[in-house]
């Protein structure tokens, strides 16, 4: 099993450009949730889906957003970039709808210009 | 007032110390408590779990809940150069929006010398 896999690894954008940043799963978890980790700030979750079709918002979901059309996708789209928006990314799934024990993918490095 | 407070430090350590690492809360609704250990520049992982109040053991960490004081620590044993990394609290309730997010502390960032 990959586990969570996470692409691109690193993006440089710049301010008003728009991207998606993609997150698949191959453990056929129900749950799976965005995050962003900037210094001083700790893990602040941004979206986050307890099966295909259904999507909620967490604590900072403006300027994102998500769908989930299969288990194993969840992909976050960045819609006008802002530098405020420059963090690392994390995807992550969780067995059950609980998101009681999260697997991480290994990130995403972006830097909003 | 954030709902999970957590000191950053960094903590710097000898070989073979004993750890302490605590996170306070707030929200008396939390029942689930995580440990997450974040190594640089990588995802974090699950550590151990806890839920609602007492202890959790597993190797060399023991994991401790206080409900009544809204504290939880992490101890580390016989801590090694592998145990350099930030450590993450976690928290989340069991019903209502809260049972489906969890809420991290800042992290605390661990050294152990050799």
């Known amino acids: 099993n990959a586990g969570v896999t996470q692409t691109p690894k690193f993006q440089v954008l710049k301010t008003g450009q728009s991207m998606t940043l993609q997150c698949a799963q191959d453990?056929?978890?129900?749950?799976m949730s965005w995050y962003r980790q900037d210094p001083g700030m700790g893990l602040r979750l941004i979206h986050y889906?307890?099966?295909?079709?259904?999507?909620d918002q967490g604590e900072v979901p403006n300027g994102y957003n998500v769908s989930r059309s299969t288990t194993e996708d969840f992909p976050l789209r960045l819609l006008s970039a802002a530098p405020s928006q420059t963090s690392v990314y994390f995807c992550?799934?969780?067995?059950?709808?609980?998101?009681?024990?999260?697997?991480f993918g290994p990130g995403t490095r972006l830097t909003v210009l | 007032q954030k709902e999970v407070e957590q000191d950053p430090g960094p903590l710097s350590v000898p070989e073979g110390a004993i750890v302490s690492l605590n996170c306070t809360y707030s929200?008396?609704?939390?029942?689930?408590f995580m440990w997450y250990r974040q190594y640089s520049r990588k995802g974090p992982e699950l550590l151990m779990y806890?839920?609602?109040?007492g202890n959790k053991e597993d190797g060399r960490f023991t994991a401790q809940v206080d409900k009544s004081s809204k504290y939880i620590s992490l101890f580390i044993r016989d801590s090694q150069p592998s145990d350099s990394a930030t450590y993450l609290c976690?928290?989340?309730?069991?019903?209502?929006?809260?049972?489906?997010?969890?809420?991290f502390g800042k992290g605390t960032k661990l050294s152990v010398i050799p």
């Open positions: 992550a799934s969780s067995p059950g709808t609980g998101g009681f024990t999260q697997y």
């Open positions: 453990m056929n978890h129900e749950y």
């Open positions: 889906s307890v099966g295909a079709g259904i999507t």
């Open positions: 929200n008396s609704a939390f029942q689930y």
């Open positions: 806890t839920y609602s109040s």
């Open positions: 976690a928290m989340k309730g069991n019903s209502g929006a809260g049972s489906y997010q969890l809420t």
